[in-house]
C-alpha cells in the first residue's frame, strides 16, 4: 500500500454513561458507542435514557465527534414489539448509527429509520467476504469483525468488500465464539445474548464424578486452581501499523463496563499513537511509555488474541481471573480558579502527602505530593474522603478534566 494514500481510522471509544462519553470525547475518541435501557449487550451498565442520547450526541458533534447506539441483542418476538416502539423516538436524538446483531433487528432499523447508518455487530459472527458482502447488499454501512480473524484474513476481507470495516483492538475477550455464549443463562437463568451475562467462565470449577456424591475434585495446575474457561484481555497497541495497512476503517476499545478511568486512560494512549503515527509513518515506531500506561489500568494479563496467532499460543489465563492493579484512580480536577490552585473532585480517599499522578489528554503526565488539602471554607483537612472536593496546589499545567491516579503499594485485597 502506497503510505501517502494510508487513511488513519477512526478510534471508537465505549461509554456507559454520559460521564465517562465526556471523558471519551476529551481524552482522544472520533466516536463513541453506547447502550440505552433496553437492546444492548450490556444490560447492567445502565444504558443511556432517550434524552441522555440525545444531549450526548449534541456534545460529540459540539466535538466533531460521533455517537453510535448499539441494538445488539438477540431479540425475541417480544423485544421486537418493544424496538418497533423505541426506534422512532431513538431517531430523533440525533445519534450517527445504529449497532445490530440480528436480522430481525436490522429489519425493523431499515423499514421505520430509513436514513439511519447501521453497522453490524461483531455478535453476528462476521468472519468472511461472502458474509460481509451479504451485509453491504441489505444496506449496512460497516461490518464490526469478529475477533476469531487475523489479520491476514482482515486483509483479505478488505481487498474484496467496499463496506466500512472495524475491528477490536484492545479490552475483555469472551471465550465464546464472538461471544455466543449459553454458559450464564444455564447457570444462572441471566441471558447473555440479550445483554445480561455473569461471566460464569471467569469462575473456578471442580469435577464431580457422578458416583462419589459430595465428593469434588479441583482442576489444579502447578498446586494451584486453574479457570479453565478463563481468557486474557486484548491489547493490538504494538501493532497498529499493520492495521492501519491493512485498510481497516475503524478501531475499537471495548469496555462500557470499564470505569472513567480506563476509558480516558486506554483512549489517550491509543489515540496519541495513531497521531504519532500520522504525523510521520515512515519514522513511527513504537514508543514502550504506551505499553506501560496501558498496563497501569485496571487488566488482565494481555494477550493479541487471534489477530496474530502465531505471538499466542495461549490466549487462556489458567490462574484465578482477578484483575492486574498497579494503580487505583483518585480524583477529577474540576476547576483551576487560580494560578496555583485546583480543585479536585475525590474518587477514592487521598491524604496529605499522598504521591499523585496527574494525567491528561495526549502523554501529559507528571507526579507530585499532596502538600496541602482545603475545604470549600478554606479549612485544613488532613484526608479527604470519595466524592467530597477538596483544592491543592501545584506549579504544573493542570486543566480541569485532568485525572489523578496513586500507584498501590500492596496489592488490593
Known sequence: MNRSSIKIPELVAPAGTPEKLRFAVRYGADAVYIGGPAFSLRRRAGGFTLAQMQAGAAFA?????????????????ADLEALRTHLPHLADTGIDAVIVS??????????LLPQMPIHISTQANLLN???????????????????????????????????????????AMCMAYSGRCLLST???????????CTQPCRWAYTL?????????????EDGSETFVLNAKDLCLIRHLPALIE???????????MKSLYYVASV???????????????????????????????????YSTGFAFPAENHDMQRHQRGDYVRRYEFVGIVTDRPADHT??????????????????????????????????????????????????????????????LRRRLTTPPA
Open 61 to 77: 458533534h459540539r466535538h466533531g465527534r460521533k455517537l453510535y447506539v448499539a441494538l445488539n441483542i438477540f431479540p425475541r418476538d
Open 102 to 111: 440480528d436480522p430481525g433487528a436490522f429489519v425493523l432499523v431499515r423499514k
Open 129 to 171: 467476504t461472502e458474509a460481509i458482502r451479504f451485509w453491504e447488499a441489505l444496506g449496512a454501512r460497516r461490518a464490526v469483525l469478529a475477533r476469531e480473524l487475523t489479520l491476514a484474513e482482515i486483509c483479505n476481507i478488505r481487498k474484496h468488500t467496499a463496506i466500512e470495516l472495524e475491528m477490536f483492538v484492545h479490552g
Open 186 to 196: 444455564f447457570l444462572t437463568g441471566r441471558e447473555a445474548n440479550r445483554g445480561d
Open 208 to 220: 464431580h464424578e457422578e458416583t462419589r456424591p459430595g465428593q469434588f475434585f479441583p482442576i489444579a
Open 246 to 256: 491493512a485498510g481497516v476503517d475503524s478501531l475499537k476499545i471495548e469496555g462500557r
Open 267 to 301: 483512549m489517550r494512549i491509543y489515540r496519541h499513537a495513531l497521531d504519532t503515527y500520522s504525523q510521520d509513518p515512515s519514522a513511527y515506531a513504537f514508543n514502550e511509555t504506551w505499553w506501560d500506561e496501558l498496563t497501569k489500568v485496571s487488566h488482565r494479563e
Open 342 to 403: 485546583v480543585v479536585v473532585e475525590a474518587r477514592n480517599q487521598i491524604f496529605l502527602g499522598d504521591e499523585i499522578e496527574w494525567i491528561g489528554p495526549g502523554l501529559q503526565t507528571f507526579v507530585s505530593r499532596i502538600e496541602t488539602l482545603r475545604d470549600a471554607d478554606g479549612n485544613v483537612l488532613s484526608a479527604v474522603k470519595p466524592q467530597h472536593t477538596f483544592s491543592t496546589e501545584t506549579d504544573h499545567p493542570v486543566a480541569v478534566d485532568f485525572l
